[in-house]
């Protein structure tokens, strides 16, 4: 049967760490040199309903580097965009692709998409989840700290696709997570009573110095996310204290690291000082999607 990456939740932890074992690998090849062609002559469609920078370009250079071929499908110029359901959708592109790759907005198009094709499909983001993000996330972490042995992680900011991803990994890895999220903007309950039952070390609080206090990862993620626009006044007023700053992370354990998916704001949710500081790996991480990508491509379609 194939086998999809829509949620984090879906892979077992073996699974996730012969990911991890894999991009390692894929790495240190790309950095030497060595062609690495485990996807010759496959190829990936790359749907699109949002805008990217990372994801794009990391999806389609990988696919590339393992001697693949990427098409990027702009959801505007495809008959997707003028209403073609994603039932006809998906079985067509199913009679030419290897794996199907979609950024969309309700979670619910990503799960149709794997329902109705025969290849992998991979979740490019949704307003659900950012699994793909969190496993670059996850590998940046083991390059800096070993393993995720005795540390404690949180999140500080909104209760979005990111933070519900991060959910799913601690419930997955077992760590411990503690989220600051203000009243009002808590993630998904159902992703969080779930993985609560696999794993109790999964803090919520409104005070993100509890959170941030002897933490070793400190992650954050704009206050208003893509589709969400509209309310980013309401929001910055929402999440006044709700800053990566400084100030925070005087409380955070002196070696600690600090993650951003990106794009970010400074001075809204991550302080210029922090983003470009000492502890920030956040250029780290955006390179990673592409080896972290890689290796999930060539578990999916090799
Ligand atoms: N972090 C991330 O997914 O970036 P893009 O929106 O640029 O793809
Ligand atoms: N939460 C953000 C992540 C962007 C990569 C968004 O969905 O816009």
Redesign the pocket.
Known sequence: MKKDFISIADWSREELDAVFALSAELKAKQKRGEPHPRLQGKTLGLIFE?SSTRTRVSFEVGMVQLGGYPLFLDSRNTQLGRGEPIEDTARVLSRYLDGIMIRTFAHDNVTEMARWASVPVING?S?LL?PC?VMADLFTVLEHKKSFQDLAFCWIG?G???ANSWINAAAVFGFELRLAVPKGYEPDTAILERARALNPRILLTTDPRQAARGAHVLNT??WA??GQEQEQQQRQRDFAGFQVNNELLAVADPECVVLH???AHRGEEISAEVLEGPHSVVFDEAENRLHVQKAILATLMG
């Open positions: 949002k983001l307003d950012h993000q909104d979005n696709n990111m993620d704009v996310s893509m998916c990106l794009p």
